[in-house]
């Protein structure tokens, strides 16, 4: 699954693995939060920052599946 979310206005995009790990930036996360402290470079809370794709054009939290 495919996330994404804002950095500074910039987008930034991770992928979900098989295992339920995160990885963002050929490294792998074992949290939404621990994959967006790296991509921000400060602590976020990873359910509310990441996003994926329910539907077509549809873009939800991530906590929406937790």
């Not at 987008?11 to 074992?30: F, H, Q």
């Not at 790296?38 to 509310?48: E, T």
């Amino acid at each position: 699954m495919l996330l994404r979310g804002t950095v500074n206005g910039k987008p930034v995009k991770a992928r979900v693995l098989g295992n339920g790990w995160i990885r963002y930036k050929n490294y792998d996360y074992y949290s939404p939060t621990a994959a967006v402290t790296a991509a921000a470079g400060r602590r976020k809370n990873g359910w509310n920052f990441w996003h994926f794709q329910k539907s077509p054009g549809e873009w939800v939290r991530l906590g929406e599946v937790r």
